[in-house]
């Protein structure tokens, strides 16, 4: 038994164990939760396992000097132990993460860069755009107007805000080197915002089982300094091509171990199309179908509706919105204005 413990540990000593070793700094609060939380949960596994050698060697058929007593059946100071330890474990554990919860929610912009490196608020996050498709990412940079397809990269130190849907089943978009699992759910956005402290190379996947090629739907991360991302940047558009909605189309297809492709231009409005699903002329945009519902759906309640409204966008103008529902109130505009905007009167005039 000790000799097979001890291979075991001499063959765990090769394992990379990122998850708890992490280069970015989300990733790092996260393993310090894993551990503190196995710390509080041992302190009740560690004596439940001793205790039950112990009475098992304590009591056994062969001690004869062991006591007896077949009465006993209630102990004060023993019930107060049982409930109370773990119960202050427990609460212990629901403090633990309702803080952790909060402090490391991936809708948050980030609140530090490191463990006391605070972030320079002049600096703004690296957007990046992600799809999850069968079985390939597709990642869409906005601010260089550039895409990859099983790559990506970001700059050391500089927060990341990754904006994430999926094309096809839900799938799972996971970097361990970098923050937690974050689900891609098909005609939703949801967001991960992260960071990257160290330079390296680090493996990205699916967390999500999505069929056949799900084994190969990986992909490379690289933490770079700026100037090694500026330089990845003009490799991809010295080696890209165009993505549009013919090239999306051909993308959603189906593909086992897709190669690393760049793309050194985006189609306007793309993304929107793309977490719209209506990458082809013939679809109906989500959003669209949406707004047709919530005006009546396509019946003729829901055309005039459609057709009253037409032009107008009430977060711009919410006097004209309300003065086309409701005529006589066209001479409160100022009234409607301000209290829809939440503007005070002195303010408003």
């Given at each position: 038994?000790?000799?097979?413990?001890?291979?075991?540990?001499?063959?765990?000593?090769?394992?990379?164990?990122?998850?708890?070793?992490?280069?970015?700094?989300?990733?790092?609060?996260?393993?310090?939760?894993?551990?503190?939380?196995?710390?509080?949960?041992?302190?009740?596994?560690?004596?439940?396992?001793?205790?039950?050698?112990?009475?098992?060697?304590?009591?056994?058929?062969?001690?004869?000097?062991?006591s007896y007593?077949?009465?006993?059946?209630?102990?004060t100071s023993l019930e107060i132990i049982i409930w109370s330890v773990p119960l202050a474990i427990i609460i212990c554990l629901a403090g633990l993460t309702y803080v952790a919860t909060h402090r490391l929610d991936p809708f948050e912009p980030l609140r530090r860069l490191s463990d006391g490196q605070e972030i320079d608020p002049s600096v703004e996050p690296m957007v990046i755009q992600v799809s999850a498709m069968d079985w390939k990412w597709l990642f869409i940079y906005p601010e260089q107007g550039i895409a990859t397809v099983n790559e990506v990269a970001a700059i050391v130190d500089r927060p990341i805000k990754?904006?994430?849907?999926?094309?096809?089943?839900?799938?799972?978009?996971?970097?361990?080197?970098?923050?937690?699992?974050?689900?891609?759910?098909?005609?939703?956005?949801?967001?991960?915002?992260?960071?990257?402290?160290?330079?390296?190379?680090?493996?990205g996947f699916s967390a999500n089982y999505s069929g056949a090629g799900f084994s190969q739907m990986h992909f490379k991360f690289h933490g770079m300094d700026e100037a090694d991302f500026d330089s990845w940047v003009g490799q991809v558009r010295?080696?890209?091509?165009?993505?549009?909605?013919?090239?999306?189309?051909?993308?959603?297809?189906?593909?086992?171990?897709?190669?690393?492709?760049?793309?050194?231009?985006?189609?306007?409005?793309?993304?929107?199309?793309?977490v719209n699903l209506c990458i082809d002329d013939?679809?109906?945009?989500?959003?669209?179908?949406?707004?047709?519902?919530a005006l009546g759906g396509g019946g003729l309640e829901g055309l005039w509706n459609r057709e009253l409204f037409r032009g107008i966008c009430s977060a711009d103008d919410p006097g004209a919105l309300m003065a086309m529902i409701r005529p006589e109130m066209r001479i409160r505009e100022d009234e409607i204005i301000t209290a829809m905007t939440l503007v005070p009167p002195a303010a408003a005039n």
């Open positions: 038994m000790p000799v097979t413990a001890l291979l075991s540990l001499f063959a765990l000593s090769g394992c990379d164990l990122v998850v708890l070793n992490p280069s970015g700094d989300v990733a790092a609060q996260q393993a310090d939760l894993i551990l503190y939380s196995t710390v509080l949960m041992l302190i009740i596994i560690v004596p439940v396992m001793a205790l039950t050698v112990f009475f098992a060697w304590k009591y056994r058929e062969s001690n004869k000097n062991a007593e077949p009465d006993w059946d209630h102990s990754f904006e994430i849907t999926s094309t096809t089943v839900m799938n799972s978009f996971f970097v361990p080197a970098l923050a937690g699992q974050i689900y891609a759910m098909s005609g939703m956005q949801t967001e991960l915002n992260a960071i990257i402290n160290e330079p390296g190379v680090y493996k010295a080696q890209g091509t165009a993505l549009d909605r013919e090239t999306i189309a051909e993308l959603n297809q189906p593909s086992i171990a897709h190669p690393v492709t760049y793309y050194d231009s985006v189609e306007d409005g793309l993304w929107d199309k793309i013939d679809s109906l945009c989500l959003n669209d179908m949406m707004m047709v519902d």
